[in-house]
């Protein structure tokens, strides 16, 4: 590996170069007050925040360990205070370990959703790389044509952020992020396969056979809510939520360009009594439940842009809320020239439920990490998790 000032160069200098075309990500997120909007003011001088850190830790624990250290992954992405507009929309760190780095990135979830993201970590990696980029973004939000599109999107922001340029969202829990409890699983190809078989097999054997064969993410998804189900004191009558997020950008008339750099989701809302989570035939009824939500979103892609549902988000206790993608290539996008990264990880997991996924090291199994408030939650999780 090379001396750190050369790969803090290479990193900056890539950096300058990539936002040339990503020019708004160096924007700030501003309030139009005449409008009552919200939009990204860009200028020739604007600039993205580079911090450079070092940290004692030992990088071996935190690129091999199961559980998080949570306090030092909080301190490799740089603070932003997005609680009040004008913010940035990014921030990069490096951090310096002994015997290696890290590069974290803040970016504000209502300019760039996850996909965005991986195509701007991919554009810039690349040119660390001395390479061309794969994709041409665009951040044209004409692009998207809907019927009453900016009725809809003033009706999402007044729900997000009522009280303007007052951005600040109310915590999930009452209590300092850094007190959760986070694990990282990953299950390799043959788990997967493993998992759906067991999913099919279930849905036959009690008589509610799956319309088609379970996907990577339905099947994980399902594994992972009944395993949240088992983990905690519900009732077997509580409802418990599932929310995830569906990429609507193949859905829509007319579809919407690949490197689009924006925010194009539908969230999706299944909800299955605790007993039935609990039941034998679990895996399968939450897999066809997470099935059906998928086939509303794509038979009406817009009707799950206005998530935000008060009654929804009151339920937060009983609710498991799935970020990520198995489609979502974070090692292999995430080479800046000197090979994979060993640990990629969505630091900002803030609620007791919560569960990122992206494909794994190797390239053939999806990485899973969760967020739960209580360790003997978390081993129970597990226990569940892992022995399916």
């Known amino acids: 590996m090379p001396p750190f000032d050369d790969i803090l160069h290479s990193l900056k200098s890539s950096l300058a170069t990539t936002l040339r075309s990503f020019a708004p990500l160096a924007g700030r997120l501003v309030h139009l007050k005449d409008t009552g909007d919200v939009g990204i003011s860009c200028s020739a001088s604007d600039a993205v925040r580079f911090v450079v850190a070092e940290s004692d830790a030992d990088i071996r624990r935190l690129a091999g360990d199961e559980e998080h250290d949570v306090r030092v992954?909080?301190?490799?992405?740089?603070?932003?205070?997005?609680?009040?507009?004008?913010?940035?929309?990014?921030?990069?760190?490096?951090?310096?370990?002994?015997?290696?780095?890290?590069?974290?990135?803040?970016?504000?979830?209502g300019v760039a959703d996850g996909r965005s993201l991986w195509t701007f970590v991919e554009a810039w990696a690349s040119a660390c790389r001395g390479q061309i980029p794969a994709a041409?973004?665009?951040?044209?939000?004409?692009?998207?044509?809907?019927?009453?599109g900016q009725e809809l999107a003033s009706s999402?922001?007044?729900?997000?952020?009522p009280n303007l340029?007052?951005?600040?969202?109310?915590?999930?829990?009452?209590?300092?992020?850094?007190?959760?409890?986070?694990?990282?699983?990953?299950?390799?190809?043959?788990?997967?396969?493993?998992?759906?078989?067991?999913?099919?097999?279930?849905?036959?054997?009690?008589?509610?056979?799956?319309?088609?064969?379970?996907?990577?993410?339905?099947?994980?998804?399902?594994?992972?809510?009944?395993s949240f189900a088992r983990c905690k004191p519900f009732a077997a009558d509580d409802d418990l939520l599932?929310?995830?997020?569906?990429?609507?950008?193949?859905?829509?008339?007319?579809?919407?360009?690949?490197?689009?750099?924006?925010?194009c989701l539908a969230g999706c809302t299944a909800t299955l009594p605790a007993g039935e989570l609990r039941s034998e035939r679990a895996l399968a009824a939450a897999t066809l439940a997470v099935q059906d939500e998928i086939n509303k979103m794509k038979e009406d892609p817009v009707a799950g842009w206005n998530f935000m549902n008060p009654a929804l988000w009151a339920a937060l206790d009983r609710m498991m809320n799935i970020s990520g993608s198995p489609g979502f290539r974070a090692y292999d996008i995430a080479d800046f020239?000197?090979?994979?990264?060993?640990?990629?990880?969505?630091?900002?997991?803030?609620?007791?439920?919560?569960?990122?996924?992206?494909?794994?090291?190797?390239?053939?199994g999806v990485q899973v990490s969760v967020a739960l408030l209580h360790t003997t939650q978390m081993d129970e999780f597990k226990s569940h998790f892992l022995m399916f």
């Open 242 to 263: 599932l929310f995830f997020f569906a990429d609507t950008r193949d859905r829509l008339d007319p579809p919407v360009d690949a490197g689009y750099i924006g925010v």
């Open 165 to 226: 340029p007052s951005a600040a969202l109310a915590s999930a829990v009452g209590e300092d992020l850094t007190s959760f409890t986070r694990r990282t699983f990953t299950l390799d190809a043959h788990d997967i396969q493993r998992l759906k078989q067991r999913i099919v097999d279930l849905g036959e054997a009690h008589g509610t056979p799956l319309p088609r064969p379970p996907s990577a993410f339905a099947a994980i998804v399902a594994l992972a809510w009944t």
């Open 136 to 148: 041409t973004p665009t951040f044209d939000r004409s692009l998207i044509k809907l019927p009453g």
């Open 73 to 109: 992954l909080e301190g490799l992405v740089p603070a932003v205070d997005m609680s009040e507009l004008p913010t940035a929309v990014l921030a990069v760190q490096a951090t310096r370990f002994e015997g290696g780095f890290a590069v974290g990135l803040t970016v504000h979830h």
């Open 337 to 364: 020239g000197w090979g994979k990264p060993r640990r990629t990880e969505n630091i900002k997991m803030n609620q007791d439920g919560q569960v990122a996924m992206m494909r794994s090291r190797d390239g053939q």
């Open 156 to 161: 999402i922001l007044q729900k997000i952020a």
